[in-house]
């Protein structure tokens, strides 16, 4: 079963330029997820997709970051303009849904991470 | 809301040695408990949770993790380290009925020779 995809690796680009984030989330997985990790830092979820719907985006900077997952499929983050701060590791995941009225008991699949380094 | 804490930064040890790393969590409702590791340069993978049931939890790696409700507690154990095992250790939490992980900030565990 192939895991979770995700482009580039490694990103280097300045303050005030833009960069995007695709991921591919496991076939099925009807939850896809991002999460920034800074450097020493647990991961901090960005947003939450369900299909194409988004169920939890309160930590996105909205202001400069944006995400969709057009088809309920893949995804991809945009960072415009990018800070210093924005300096991280932007992790995708995916999660399988359970049957109707089952809960998720909250196993996320992980991506390598795309490391972005804003100079 | 849920926090989680491990307090431990970075925890070096010998091979074969034992080791434990530690996680205490906060929450006003039932949670589910897990143990992520994130090997260098790769994503996270989930190394054991607990959900109900007892509550000693056996992983993957032979890892091992016990839950303790009255201390808040879910650290993590291993009776014999190996080279290998050297990685970044996450803690995390969600709430019952929900899919929202909250992590903690890491434990780097450093194996050895």
């Known amino acids: 079963e192939a895991g979770v995809a995700q482009s580039p690796r490694y990103k280097i680009i300045e303050k005030r330029q833009s960069v995007a984030f695709w991921c591919n989330p496991i076939s099925g997985h009807a939850t896809l997820y991002w999460y920034q990790q800074i450097l020493g830092q647990g991961p901090k979820l960005l947003i939450q997709f369900q299909n194409n719907g988004v169920v939890d985006d309160s930590q996105l900077p909205k202001d400069r970051f944006s995400a969709e997952r057009l088809k309920g499929v893949d995804s991809t983050l945009k960072i415009q303009p990018a800070k210093l701060e924005d300096s991280a590791v932007y992790l995708c995941?995916?999660?399988?849904?359970?049957?109707?009225?089952?809960?998720?008991?909250?196993?996320?699949?992980f991506g390598e991470g795309s490391r972005l380094t804003v100079l | 809301a849920q926090s989680v804490t491990q307090l431990d930064s970075q925890v070096p040890v010998f091979e074969e040695a034992p080791v434990e790393l530690r996680c205490n969590y906060s929450?006003?409702?039932?949670?589910?408990l897990f143990w992520y590791v994130q090997y260098p340069n790769q994503g996270l993978q989930l190394l054991l949770k607990?959900?109900?049931?007892?509550?000693l939890v056996k992983g993957i790696n032979g890892f091992e993790a016990e839950f303790n409700k009255s201390q808040t507690s879910f650290h993590l154990r291993k009776p014999s380290v190996h080279i290998s095992d050297t990685a970044e250790y996450f803690c995390a939490v969600s709430a019952l009925n929900t899919d929202k992980l909250i992590f903690g900030t890491g434990t780097r565990l450093q194996v050895f020779p």
């Open positions: 607990y959900l109900s049931g007892s509550t």
């Open positions: 995941a995916s999660s399988l849904d359970l049957p109707s009225g089952g809960t998720n008991t909250g196993e996320l699949f």
């Open positions: 929450s006003s409702v039932s949670v589910y």
